[in-house]
């Protein structure tokens, strides 16, 4: 765009806007020639609406500001940050804090200690303030926090030291910390080394120092903090390191325990005795310079003995049989709802349903009984009371942190076939059914008895009492859907259909429906079901769920469970007490197990006291070999199951090479167990079952058998023995009943265990 032009020049419209810009003009108001860049130039520097531009800063202008900016970031934002954290942070009161220590499991009697459930960092039992010597107190001021009960709870300087020191590398550089830091960094912080867990360790603290007294902080502090060799608080050190309570130990004493404070992996008397001595030194020093220790006192001091790492004193961890208690009090606590931090900070006190005698008497029983026996050997023992599921005793194993063979599944042999005579009863087949018990042809396989034993055509008490495969095979085909109904009985006494704790199906063909063989105990059961299905049939057919744990409280008193008290119950409940089997039927199978406990070998109880048993075998893959070795029996208020066994698949021999069958050493355990275990309670008689459509009237028990009497109790033996003994006491002679172990082909196991143990099997059920 052109515009006319002044002194015959053309000027573009760009130039226009200079025109009228004063000092651009000549006096008479004409734009001066030939300066268009100069006076582009000068409105540049001016700018387009022609103010003056602004002066640069100078130096000190930009020293300031820059000044400005490090304070905002510096001091205000750290400010606000510090208010909004402080002012943010809940300090809970003393009493509130949850501090992870040990949690008592007690048997019946709410004072015997049976185990302890010792979390990891919790070895703890705190003591109050007043318990800790005033010289130990000090002795721990010296070494950690000299001007702790005037500083504001935090240290600037010993920020900026540690921060200095880590800055290059010092890796003895102190913390920093109070003693106010180092306990809210144990109690509510991690130990991360970072500027913002710092920052927030300083405001807590801080906070905490206006909330809470110094002795309050200062018995937190000693009560929490780990001392090394596995202990943490000053109660568990003061065993660790001298072995006895905090309010016995010396000014020395507590100058080793707070020596060892600051770096107790490194400090141990074992490795570096020298250098801890050297930090022991350090301690009494600053005692002498804090005024609480006459110089005289302290050359008088001396380093005191430590006791070495094999003779601490060890908790009742359950290393022993107990630990298989613990492990199941752990996942019934879980179950009620109760959550880690419940159990690992609430000093709990758990009162079991496991009787002191009755489980001393199982562990003391096993340990007797295997003592000479070759050392593959394993048992099993499992107590409940009829009349409420409560586990009266438990016995899994010797190694608590191991397996437990009292969960393991395995198979049962003949004491299945009391599920059997159930089944047959819910048919309507009276106990008193005769049977042909002659060998029995089944897909092309052939079943027979024990020695070729036979009762002709007889009851099925009688088959029951000698153990006849035959009869009850018979028994399984002539039934309608005979496998299944057995499986049905089992389920509705008290066997699981599942496994707990493993995805494994029970009574079933890969599956599918059972064979014929579950009536002779060809399906994996654990021993714990077998002692509570039989408990079933002693309550009359009433099923009630195995449980452990009967009350729990807190430290403080406070009740989370009683299964006493339905308002203390938590989480998922345990199913009511239901009548699953008539009692007629659980009465008649009852009686028709009466004789049993005696017949096999002289095994009845002590005093005449009626009982109920049923003893089991089964064979070792192809061999003649047995494998399992069963004795399970009850009285009106203890069922128990007994097995023996190995880890790995091998032939069950005695400590004499013979073989070991169930009437045998499994009811040696057992006899003795129940007898140990009701010795001084009263003589309790079985209900009378109905009169059945086929007029069963069970038939008397046999002669008791007291201590003393039986040949074959090794512990017991006879005040007159037989002339002819037998070659192995443990194993009865071959002219004695005993219970068919049923042949592979007829009962094949559901999975391969020729060379697979229990533990290999299912590895989910050892250990915590």
Partial sequence: MVVAAEGGRRRSEADAPYTSIAGFKDPL????????????????????DGEEPRPPRTRAQKIRRLLLALFVIFVCVPALLFVAIYWSSEIPEPAEVAVEQPATVLAADGTTVLTKIIPPQGNRIP???????????????????????????YSTSGFLRAARDNLFGNENAGGGSTITQQYVKNAFLSSERTVTRKMRELIIAAKMARQWSKDEILAAYLNTIYYGRGAYGIAAAAKAYFDKPVPELTLAEGAVLAAVIRSPSVLTPEEHLDQLQARWRYVLDGMIEMNVLAPGDRDATVFPPIIPLPEIPAEPVAL???????????????????????????????????????????????????????????????????????????YGGEDGTGFDFAQAPLQTGSAFKVFGLVAAQRQGIPPTRSIDS????????????????????????????????????????????????????????????????????????????????????????????????????????????PYFVQRVTTGAGQVLLDRGAPEHRV????????????????????????????????????????????????????????????????????????????????????????????????????????????????????????TSGGGFIAPGPAAPSAPGNNPYDILNPPANPPRNPVPDLIDPPTTAPRESAPPLIVIPPPAPRPSTSPVELFPGLGGR
């Avoid at 860049?37 to 387009?48: C, S, V, Y």
């Avoid at 099993?380 to 009829?386: C, E, G, K, N, T």
């Avoid at 089944?442 to 495969?469: F, V, Y």
């Avoid at 017949?599 to 047995?626: D, F």
Wanted: charged content about 20%.
């Fill in 127 to 153: 003591i109050p303030l007043s318990d800790v010597p005033i010289p130990v107190r000090e002795a721990v001021l010296a070494a950690e926090d000299r001007d702790f009960y005037t500083n504001p709870g």
């Fill in 320 to 394: 022993g049989p107990e630990g298989h208690i613990r492990t199941q009090v752990l996942r019934e606590l879980r179950a009620a709802g109760l959550t880690d931090a419940d159990i690992d900070t609430g000093a709990l006190q758990i009162t079991t349903t496991i009787d002191p005698v009755a489980q001393a008497g199982a562990v003391d029983t096993v340990r007797a009984r295997l003592e000479w026996q070759p050392a593959e050997l394993r048992a099993a023992v499992v107590s409940i009371d009829p009349r409420s599921g409560a586990v009266r005793a438990y």
């Fill in 571 to 690: 989480g998922r409940q345990p199913p009511e007490p239901e009548q699953r089997i008539t009692a007629s039927i659980a009465d008649a199978t009852t009686q028709a197990m009466t004789p049993i406990a005696n017949y096999s070998n002289g095994h009845g109880l002590a005093g005449g006291r009626p009982s109920a048993a049923k003893t089991g075998t089964t064979q070792l893959g192809e061999t003649t070999e047995n494998k399992d070795a069963w004795m399970v029996g009850y009285t009106p208020s203890l069922s128990t199951a007994v097995w023996v066994g190995t880890a790995q698949p091998q032939p069950l021999r005695g400590g004499r090479g013979g073989a070991i069958w169930g009437s045998g050493l499994p009811s040696d355990i057992w006899k003795q167990v129940m007898d140990t275990a009701l010795a001084g309670t009263p003589v309790e008689q079985f209900p009378t079952p109905a």
């Fill in 438 to 545: 002659s060998p029995v042809v089944d897909r092309g396989t052939t079943i027979t008895n024990a020695d070729g034993d036979s009762c002709g055509r007889c009851p099925l008490t009688e088959a029951l009492k000698r153990s006849l495969n035959t009869s009850f095979y018979r028994l399984t085909m002539t039934m309608a859907d005979g496998p299944r109904s057995i499986a049905e009985a089992a389920h509705l006494a008290g066997i699981p259909e599942r496994i707990p704790g493993l995805d494994v199906e029970t009574l079933t063909e890969a599956g599918g429906p059972p064979l014929n063989g579950i009536v002779l105990g060809q399906y994996l059961v654990r021993p714990l079901d077998m002692a509570s299905a039989y408990a079933t049939l002693a309550a009359s057919g009433v099923y009630h769920q």
């Fill in 29 to 48: 108001g004409r734009d001066r020639p030939g300066k268009g860049a100069a006076r582009r130039a000068q409105a540049a520097k001016l700018g387009t």
